[in-house]
């Protein structure tokens, strides 16, 4: 029986839309269910096949063959990979450390009893998660200097180090939302059993209450560094030598050739998958484990 039927007969009419009671079976206000409805079946068979073989048909429309293209790509593929994808995994790592370090104490700010720097906290936290990567980025790049003198001794900057730091504050702030919402989500009842114990809010934070927030904070955190893997060819705008920045060198020392784009940009799209697809699988598993049971 549907919720309409459950109303008298008066009541199922109204002159006023929002009156009318809820119906699980009406349809979608944009019209979606009709529009899919309505579309032949031979239109999705279609589209995917158009998807599927147009790459195949852009590369049997050019001079080089598919053995041609595959020992272009494997030529490069060792160059790619130690080179320029290990480069990403180690910016996604170091700014995984650095934004995590940098968070767990801007999201304890965000708890703080000072009200001062709760307010600092604050203003940190949404000017970083509200401010587009590739501009932080070239902020970080363009303001930070190629070389630091330190005892007369010179120490350079590399570039891909500047886009570390960069990265890593972005990162920051959502890994201090993450901090500040396990915190809170710890039940009250915590605290006070800790109080009537005599334990300071210093002892009760580290010795009671971050520990239970670390299992609620691990599934967030591989999340995010999923995600901060994923955003890494950023950086190739700036000029660091990572994949996508290799990918097209590779490209014009082959003659940057239309139909390497494929193969090439294809395969940095597979490798990019398989390494953050088992983390995104992991952290949904671990979403399941640690999942607060009220």
Not at 34 to 47: D, K, T
Not at 65 to 84: C, D, H, I, N
Request: net charge positive.
């Amino acid at each position: 029986m549907s919720d309409i039927a459950k109303f008298p007969p008066r009541e199922r009419h109204s002159d006023l839309a929002v009156l009318l009671p809820l119906s699980a079976s009406a349809p979608d206000a944009l019209g979606l269910s009709r529009w899919l409805a309505s579309m032949p079946g031979w239109v999705l068979p279609a589209l995917t096949t158009v998807l599927v073989f147009w790459p195949v048909y852009a590369m049997a429309q050019s001079t080089f063959t598919t053995e041609r293209l595959l020992s272009t790509l494997l030529k490069w593929m060792p160059l790619l990979v130690t080179k320029g994808f290990v480069l990403n995994i180690l910016i996604s790592f170091l700014t995984m450390v650095f934004g995590t370090i940098a968070g767990i104490f801007l999201g304890l700010g965000r708890v703080s009893h000072s009200r001062f720097v709760r307010l600092v906290s604050w203003l940190m936290v949404q000017l970083f998660r509200n401010s587009p990567w590739l501009v932080l980025l070239f902020v970080v790049m363009l303001s930070l200097p190629f070389e630091i003198r330190i005892a007369g001794t010179i120490v350079p900057v590399p570039d891909w180090m500047k886009a570390v730091f960069g990265l890593s504050l972005p990162v920051m702030a959502n890994i201090a939302e993450i901090v500040r919402g396990a915190i809170r989500s710890v039940p009250s009842g915590q605290w006070e059993a800790a109080e009537s114990l005599a334990f300071s809010r210093t002892q009760t934070l580290w010795q009671i209450i971050l520990p239970q927030c670390f299992k609620r904070m691990i599934p967030p955190w591989m999340n995010w560094y999923a995600i901060m893997t994923m955003a890494t060819p950023l950086v190739s705008l700036l000029g660091v030598t990572e994949i996508i920045t290799l990918t097209r060198q590779a490209m014009e020392a082959e003659g940057n050739h239309p139909s390497l784009l494929v193969p090439f940009y294809g395969f940095a799209l597979i490798i990019f998958f398989a390494y953050c697809y088992p983390i995104a699988r992991l952290t949904m598993s671990l979403e399941k484990r640690f999942a607060v049971k009220l």
